[in-house]
Each structure stands twice: as structure tokens, then as C-alpha cells.
């Protein structure tokens, strides 16, 4: 009987722990859903901001964008709002003929164990833009930033005029890679376009073919045009977002294809959406929202969406568009739901998962001696040495990397407010490095050009030299001066995030 009664009551038990486990789960999964990341305010790159790729990936957020020159930069930062002060590093220059000049719509895609950078280049010298052609460069490891070397360029046969394609991304269906970009074939409007892969630098055929052509009146606004296709997948679906009408008109935005049929091949597999998906939103000043690129949050749970904009009707195609992003839902159909631009300035949560503190300055430490960038005893003079010590953490050895919009950063001291300068803007070996007050001069702007490992060469925007240890000391106090490029470990610094 006692043994009939302790089964009763632990069938019970059981029942009762069955009846609780999903209001348990449901608050957990409540409690998940509500870990909010570090607040952020868009917009998120607001020097050079058009045609953005954010990928996060390790721990880290990574971005580039359009450059209009032979360089590319990358941002990296541990929480989206860090990205808006983040250091914009080099991570690829190009001097060949042909492909070294209007560096537009880089993306990055991790495919068998290594990163590949899409981005569409002409030739410096010729007129905008008859020349645009997409190259494709591959990282040497895992590392986002690479480095990287150039492997090949992706250009159609029957694409005109010659070869010309703009906003290449990979297309990834049924274990197979596709390109998809934006061209004309056979006197088209500007459209988008599709070749098949053999593998993330080759295309298997250069013949494109074309899945949707500007025909609705909201792709025509301006001119027609239907470029930067993105992939967006769920569920077992597959969607391409894409940018239609002028970029020189407010009226750029986004229409939407899904794969309704089993070959992306084949146009008819591809049914567009009749409305565009995201458009001007007068109301909160954002005109022209388009280009995007689509991240997941740091704890897998969100959609996030980044484009750039404009902040007036008339910015047209130029640097004033800026980076922006928002968190985005999906529709009881399956399908996204993008929902509006929203207005910059706005304070949000930022994507979920985030716990790393927001930075706003960083440290340099020498890749040789482990000493810090360091303005002697903080002293706020011009003309104050800069040498490198122990790092301690004080406000002298933190610097604010401050993007000129021009491919270039200045160096200012949290401590003093002034910025690291070449004395008498010298171009000789072993002139000195200071700090100074802003002339905005080349002499006070520097690029930052990565080497692997988190670590850049300062080189000096005036002289082409590097920021050397030295004598390649290890000593505190050693100076800090500028030298040729000699690709040894006392003229590389590595990027310390950190708070002002």
C-alpha cells in the first residue's frame, strides 16, 4: 500500500514537474530574449559610409565599406556602437593597372576556412565608371582583416560594356556557390545578374543570366537600375533583397526576390516581391536607404540589417551617405520584415549577447618591446616627445583614432587633446615624432595599415615612413620617431581597446 502511494505521488510530482518545465523554459528563454546588447546610436560610420558589410565574427564586429579610391578599410570593434569610433585600417591597396581606382560594395565571405573580399574597381584615370570590374581577394588564414592577397578578377563574357559587373555576392544553394552581382547584357537596363562557381574565386561560366530587370515604376525612379543583390536565408528559404532605382534619387530602396523554383539559374525560379521592402522615411529624415548587408547577433537570437542613407533628399551617391543598422523581424508568412529606417540619433539596444564594454580610445603597443605609445608626463606643450613606456593605463598612453574621410586617421592624446605629429613635417629618416596642435595638415594624418595579428605600421600620410622604436629598444623612454618600412617588429603596434 505504502509502495502503491509513493508511485501515486511521484506520478504526480512528474506531472507537476511536466506542467512547470515550459513556463521554465519560457522564462528563460524571456529572460535570453531580454540580454539587450551595449546601447548604440546610428549612425554606426558616419566617414565613408556607403555600401556596408558587417560581419561579426570571434568576438568581434567587422565592417568596410565603400572607399572611392585604391584602399580599403576595415573597422573592428567588440560591440556595434564601438564601431563608430573604431580605427579604420587598411587592409588592402592596389597599384595595378586597371583595377586601382572607385573601390566600391566590398563584402567579406568566410568559405572554406578562409575569408574572401568581393569589391568592384576601375582604372585610376578613366572616366566614372565604364571600367568597374569585380576582383576578388583571399585572406591568408581565418582572420577577417587578413592579410590578404589578390587572387582574381570575376568578369562575364556577355556582360557589357566589356566585362562591367558592380555588387558581386556569393549565392550559396543546394552545396553550391553562385555570384551574383549587377550588369547589363545585351543592352538591358541595369540589372541583376547570376553565373555559376566552381569555387569562391573562380566562376565555373563566365555567361551570366539575368533574374530581374527594373520594370516596376518604384525601380525606375531617376533611372532603372536593380543592383547590390544580398542572400537572405530561413527556414529552408531563400531570399535576395536589392537596391532599385537611382542612388542620386531619394527614392533608392529595397525590393525583395525569393527562390520560389529549385534552379537559381533559371529566372523563373525567382519571384519578386510587386512593393519595395524598405524606402524613405521623410518623417525621421533618412532618405535613400539601400545597398545592405544582412548579421546575426553575438548570441545567435537576432536579424540584424545594416544599409547606409542619407540625411537629405538631395545627397545623392556621394561620401555623405552614412552606415546604419536596426534589428529586424520576420512575418507570420516567413517572409522579412524590415520594417522603417530609423532616424539618426535615436538611442537603441544593441543587437543581443553583447557584454564587452564599448570602446573609445584604444592603446598602441609595440609588437617587439610590449611598451605603450606614450606622450612624456603628459604634458600638454607642443612639441612634447613621444616615446614609448611600461604601460600603465593613464590617459597619456590612450589615443583617440579619428577618421578623416580621406583614407587617413589622426592620432590624439586623451590626456593633452593634441595629435601625433612629424617634426617640421620632416621626410628623412629619424625625424622626430611628437605631438602637436591640429594644422590639418598630411604632416598629423597617418595610415593605419594592418600586418597581421591585430597589429598596423602608423605610416605617415606626408612621408610614407612608419612610427619606429629606436634602435628597436625595449627600454622606457626610447624614441619614437619615423623610419622606412624595414617589416620588423618594432615598427608594428598593436590595437588595445580601451575607454577615455
Known sequence: MLRTRTHRWLILGAALLALLAPLVTAQSAQAAAAADGRPYTNPVKAQKGADPWLEYYNGSYYLVTTSFTGELTMRKSPTLAGLSTAPSVQVWSDSASGRNSNFWAPEIHFLDGKWYLYYSAGNRGSACCDTQRTHVLESAGSDPMGPYTYKNSLTGSNLTPGGWLIDASVLQHGGKLYLVGSGFINGSAQSLVIAPMSNPYTLADSTFTIISSPTL??????SPVNEGPEPLYRGGRTFLTFSASSCQTPDYKLGQLELTGADPLN????????????????????????????????????????????????????NGRTTRAQKFTWNADGTPNFGTPVALGTT???????????????????????KCLDVSGGNTADGTNIFQWTCTGGANQKWRVEDMGDDTSRLVNVATGKVMDTADCSTADGADIRQWSWLNNNCQKSRLVYTGGDHVRITNANSGKVADVADCSTADGADVRQWTWLNNNCQQWRLVPTTA
Not at 217 to 222: D, H, K, N
Not at 290 to 302: A, K, V
Request: charged share 10%; glycine share 18%; with cysteine.
Open 267 to 318: 529566372p523563373t525560379a525567382w519571384t519578386k516581391k510587386q512593393t519595395p521592402v524598405f524606402q524613405r522615411d521623410d518623417a525621421a529624415g533618412v532618405y535613400g536607404p539601400g545597398h545592405n548587408g544582412f548579421f546575426t547577433s553575438p548570441d545567435g537570437t537576432e536579424n540584424w540589417i545594416v544599409y547606409h542613407g542619407n540625411n537629405t533628399a538631395g545627397g545623392g551617391c556621394g
Open 348 to 370: 537603441l539596444p544593441g543587437p543581443s549577447g553583447e557584454t564587452a564594454t564599448t570602446p573609445t580610445a584604444y592603446t598602441l603597443v609595440n609588437r617587439n618591446s610590449g
Open 217 to 222: 515604376s518604384w525601380e525606375t525612379s531617376g
